[in-house]
């Protein structure tokens, strides 16, 4: 059973503050990961994508990956009250290799 | 910014009818995918399509959901008899050709059954 597993939260932090996010997946095999952001009755929006084990930063994100550990982690620097809303984490994991399994998200909050 | 397009935004309907939604990708997107999204729950896969043919519906309710893209452009998704616990939203997304595995979504359809 290929799982993606987040804290569902509400992860609460300050205005100006880093936000972190974590994520598990269960399947070795995994090769794409992503992080989308969802507002309330929106659908998401894909804000990181990673691929290879380490950092990499877009802005005020930066997404990481450890493959060994089957763990990502998104940080947002500066955390604004605008970043508010539920953060997703998904992993591909079907044969052809494109669809995505998602985790059922943490709610952040950023209070100003 | 190319989309992908979805309509209805929203559709109430009562259990034992039909619904029908419909998908338009980004343009020049080979792959395209329905997702259905519990409230509180991440979405789901129900089809993948590349092209006109479906790579995977091994999660789409075959009894009373069904889902078409005939020219390998829009998509339509149904579903007859609806049932209660189908209330939900109900996302298409696309991606491109490329190796980077992006997947962009629509704004959703929002499915409340009576």
């Known amino acids: 059973q290929k799982e993606v597993e987040q804290n569902s939260g509400p992860l609460s932090v300050p205005e100006g503050a880093i936000a972190s996010l974590n994520c598990t997946y269960s399947?070795?095999?995994?090769?794409?990961f992503f992080w989308y952001r969802q507002y309330s009755g929106k659908s998401p929006e894909l804000i990181m994508s990673?691929?290879?084990?380490g950092d990499k930063e877009d802005g005020r994100f930066t997404a990481q990956l450890n493959k060994a550990s089957q763990y990502v982690s998104l940080l947002i620097r500066d955390s604004q009250p605008s970043d508010s809303a539920t953060y997703l984490c998904?992993?591909?994991?079907?044969?052809?290799?494109?669809?995505?399994?998602f985790g059922k998200g943490t709610t952040l909050s950023v209070s100003s | 910014e190319a989309e992908v397009a979805q309509s209805p935004r929203y559709k109430i309907t009562e259990k034992s009818q039909a619904v029908a939604f419909w998908c338009d990708p980004i343009?020049?997107?080979?792959?395209l995918y329905w997702y259905r999204q519990i409230l509180g729950q991440g979405p789901e896969l129900l089809v993948q399509?590349?092209?006109?043919?479906?790579?995977?519906d091994s999660q789409l309710p075959k009894d009373r959901f069904s889902a078409e893209r005939l020219k390998g452009v829009d998509s339509t998704l149904k579903i007859q008899p609806a049932e209660l616990g189908d209330s939900a939203m109900y996302l298409c997304?696309?991606?491109?050709?490329?190796?980077?595995?992006?997947?962009?979504f629509g704004p959703g359809t929002r499915l409340t059954v009576l």
């Open positions: 997304a696309s991606r491109d050709g490329g190796g980077n595995n992006e997947q962009f």
């Open positions: 399509f590349q092209d006109e043919s479906v790579v995977d």
């Open positions: 990673i691929y290879s084990n």
């Open positions: 399947d070795r095999g995994s090769q794409s």
């Open positions: 343009s020049g997107h080979a792959t």
């Open positions: 998904a992993v591909n994991w079907n044969q052809a290799g494109t669809a995505l399994i």
